[in-house]
Structure formats: structure tokens, C-alpha cells
């Protein structure tokens, strides 16, 4: 292999699972770029400085296509890349431009600015319910009791999915979340797209008031999405908007226990909450690692030649602590300007559900703050147990002693959105990652 100039090649085995992704911070002050080595054995180039990084997720010479990527990977190793999922795979996180232009365009036309301010009152509303249920206990689990139910009931309000199919949509979001065999994860994909399919074939019949049918009707001149594309956007909204969430709370509450000055200020001004949100998003997003792309032509990244048909992988937690871009970026402050942060993504695939992930984080830590105010952790910090992924970041668990509740505060009796199983019944208590680590 020739000399490209780049830092010393990174063998990548364990470092690629979170919560050692902190072996990836300060790596940008090595280098912009280095090769890499994926435990499969075949090479990659790990982006880790911030103008690097949003240089390379902007770059219409580097691509995602689920099937040229899988096409690619087999030139790289001898070996078949399994595409698990089948419809639900169709969706424009997986293709390239003009594929994935149509499909933005259409989806921005039925997930409008408007459709997300509206969600605000019921969003306030679950996450009402969901404290009100945790009053009166000494101790809880915030993943369990409060991160995970909340988002997984928006994402079915946002869809339109009826209120007797909900507890399915919390079993498969768990299910999904596992690393399950490849046998076991069609299983559980395939149950899903028949009842996206069942589910659109109904939203055609009957319209409503919701995302789902908004997609459905959507038009471009004359261009639609197809059963297909229906049945995948619908999953997409459902994978990305959940796990995305789930951590960010969790995370963002965790982040802030431990930063007990960082928590005071906020308590004390809760304008700071979207500024805190944001931080929280640049310091401890969910999005840690970039999916695989690769190049289709040579590009040339910090100075660093990188041939045509080579994977390239972006560290958005590096890149959004390059201290080129965010001075002293090892400190949490939520007083911090952290404005064009990484943690939604950037260029064309940046997440079209950001609006929805950031009015939940608000509404979801802005009021466990003012219920609890003397919310506190039940455990040691190390003591706590992460998901193992390699692009996500995220607790398995967030044990707390609630203390005395506040009165809650004063509104109209709450509307429910979701099935009594999704806030009373005892919590599943498997983990929902089956395969676990300690953080470190």
C-alpha cells in the first residue's frame, strides 16, 4: 500500500463500539483523515476534523447506496453483504441522488414545519402522563419509564397508527434496537412491513389528520410515492425517530446529573433549554459514527488523496470535538453557541425528523427538571450499562431517585394518545440490546 501521507493506519476492532468511542476523541488533532482497518479486514478512511467531516458528508462524489455499497464491499472482502429488510430498506437514507432528490422532495412536502408545531401540545401531554405515573415513586429507571415510551408513542401519533397497534410499535422498536441473528431480524421486519402495508392500504381508504396519509397524498407534478416507498419512509421515520430520541434524552439527563453546575444554571434560567439541547447534541449526541460510504471517483480530504471505490467513515462525535471548531470542546456548557454541530448530519441526508428529536428533548428534560427537582442518580456513573453499536450512543439503563415531585402543572386534562399498556403496565425489563458493555 503506498504512502498517502496520512497518520498512521488505526486497526478497528473494539474502538468502534460505543461507549469506547472516547478512543476516537482528539484523533483530529493527529490528522483530518487516516486509513483504517474494519475487524473484517478491509480498509476504510476515518474522517475525524470538523470541516473534513461536513466537507465529506456534502460531497456529491461520495455516496451511500445501499446496493453499490453492498456491491463494493464484496470487491473489498470476497464476501456477500446480507440487505436485511427488504421494502423497509427503501427508503431515501439508502440512495443516492436523483433517487433520493425525488424522494426528499416528496417527504418535505407532507413533513412540514407546521405539521411538527402541532405535535407540540401532545408531545407536552405524553410526557405529562409519563410523570404523572412516575409521582409518588422514590426510584425509577428514566430509559425504561420515561426515554424509551415517550418517543415511540409521538411516532405512532405522527403516523396515524391506531391506538390498539401501539404496544406492537413499542415491541418491535425493542426488537429492532437488538442485535438479533439475521434470521431473526427478517422475521421481525417482515411482520413490520405487512402491517406498514396493511396500515397505508387503510390511510387510502380512510385519510386522516397524520403524517402517514400526508405522505400518501404527496405529489411532485405528477410523482407519488409508491407502495414501496410508503412502506420504508414509514420505517424510517419509525427506526431513526426512536432510537435517536431514546438516546438523547437519556444521555442528555445523564450528561447533566453529572454536571451539577451545568444543571443548577439551567434550573435557574429555563430559556437556556434549547441552547442546552443543542450542546447536548454536540457533546453527547446519539449519532456518533456516519453510516458507510464511499467514494465514486478520487477526492482528495485535509490534504489526504483518497482513490475512487474506497469506504469512507465520518466520527461525528471527533468532529464535534475538534477544538479548531469548538474551543475548550471537552467541557460541557450549555451556555455554549454550538450552532452547525454534526449530531442530526449534514448535506442532503441530514435528518428530516431533527425538528421532532428537538422539541421532544426539550419537552422531555425541561419538565422532568421542574417535576423532580431533586432528581439525582441512583448509581455510579461507571456502574452504568451502555448499548454496544457501532453508530449509536446510548444507555441501556438510567437508575435515579426521583425525590420529592413539584405539583404538576396546571393544564387541561390530558388527551390520551396511547393505549393504557404504554404507561401503566409493569416495564419489559429486558434489555432491549442484547449484547452489552460497561462504560468506561
Excluded at 387503510?202 to 410515492?225: E, F, S, V, W, Y
Excluded at 447534541?281 to 456516519?290: D, F, H, T
Excluded at 469512507?312 to 462525535?317: F, P, W
Excluded at 471537552?330 to 455554549?336: A, G
Aim: proline residues 8%; hydrophobic residues 40%; aromatic residues 6%.
Amino acid at each position: 500500500m503506498t504512502d498517502t501521507g496520512a497518520a498512521p493506519k488505526l486497526l478497528l476492532g473494539e474502538e468502534l463500539v460505543s461507549p469506547l468511542h472516547p478512543v476516537y476523541d482528539g484523533l483530529s488533532a493527529d490528522a483530518p483523515v487516516r486509513e483504517a482497518v474494519m475487524p473484517e479486514g478491509y480498509r476504510v478512511w476515518l474522517v475525524t476534523r470538523y470541516d473534513e467531516a461536513r466537507a465529506v458528508l456534502a460531497d456529491t462524489r461520495v455516496a451511500k447506496d445501499m446496493y453499490r455499497a453492498g456491491e463494493l464491499y464484496t470487491r473489498h472482502t470476497g464476501h456477500e453483504r446480507p440487505i436485511i429488510g427488504g421494502a423497509l430498506t427503501q427508503h431515501m437514507l439508502n440512495f443516492d441522488p436523483p433517487d433520493h432528490t425525488r424522494l426528499r422532495t416528496l417527504v418535505n412536502k407532507a413533513f412540514t414545519a407546521r405539521m411538527v408545531e402541532r405535535l407540540r401540545p401532545a408531545i407536552e401531554e405524553l410526557t405529562d402522563e409519563l410523570l404523572d405515573d412516575l409521582a409518588g415513586r422514590d426510584h425509577a429507571d428514566l430509559v425504561w419509564d420515561y426515554a424509551f415510551p415517550l418517543p415511540i408513542s409521538v411516532i405512532c401519533l405522527l403516523l396515524g397508527v391506531p391506538r390498539e397497534d401501539r404496544p406492537l410499535f413499542r415491541t418491535w422498536a425493542r426488537q429492532q434496537a437488538e442485535l438479533l441473528d439475521p434470521e431473526s431480524a427478517e422475521a421481525v421486519t417482515d411482520e413490520m412491513a405487512r402491517y406498514l402495508t396493511g396500515l397505508i392500504r387503510r390511510k387510502r381508504a380512510q385519510p386522516a389528520d397524520d403524517l402517514l396519509t400526508a405522505l400518501i397524498q404527496a405529489r411532485d407534478n405528477d410523482d407519488r410515492l409508491n407502495e414501496t416507498e410508503l412502506v420504508g419512509m414509514a420505517y424510517l421515520l419509525l427506526k431513526a425517530g426512536f432510537e435517536t430520541t431514546v438516546n438523547l434524552i437519556g444521555s442528555g439527563v445523564l450528561r447533566l446529573l453529572c454536571n451539577p453546575d451545568q444543571l443548577a444554571a439551567l434550573r435557574a434560567d429555563p430559556a437556556l433549554l434549547p441552547g442546552a439541547v443543542e450542546e447536548l447534541l454536540r457533546y453527547e449526541g446519539p449519532a456518533v459514527m456516519s453510516m458507510l460510504r464511499f467514494t465514486t471517483e478520487p477526492i482528495t480530504v485535509g490534504g489526504i488523496p483518497i482513490p475512487a471505490g474506497e469506504f469512507i467513515l465520518v466520527s461525528m462525535r471527533a468532529a464535534n470535538r475538534d477544538p479548531a471548531q469548538y474551543p475548550d470542546p471537552e467541557r460541557f456548557d450549555i451556555t455554549r453557541n454550538a450552532t452547525g454541530h454534526l449530531g442530526f448530519g449534514h448535506g442532503i441526508h441530514y435528518c428530516v425528523g431533527a425538528p421532532v428529536g428537538r422539541l421532544e428533548a426539550q419537552i422531555a428534560i425541561g419538565r422532568l427538571l421542574a417535576r423532580f427537582p431533586d432528581l439525582a442518580l441512583a448509581t455510579a456513573p461507571e456502574d452504568l450499562v451502555w448499548m454496544e453499536a457501532t453508530l449509536l450512543r446510548g444507555l441501556l439503563g438510567l437508575p435515579v431517585s426521583l425525590g420529592r415531585a413539584a405539583p404538576a402543572a396546571d393544564r387541561t386534562p390530558p388527551v390520551r394518545h396511547d393505549g393504557p399498556e404504554a404507561h401503566h403496565s409493569t416495564p419489559d425489563k429486558s434489555p432491549w440490546y442484547t449484547r452489552r458493555t460497561r462504560s468506561t
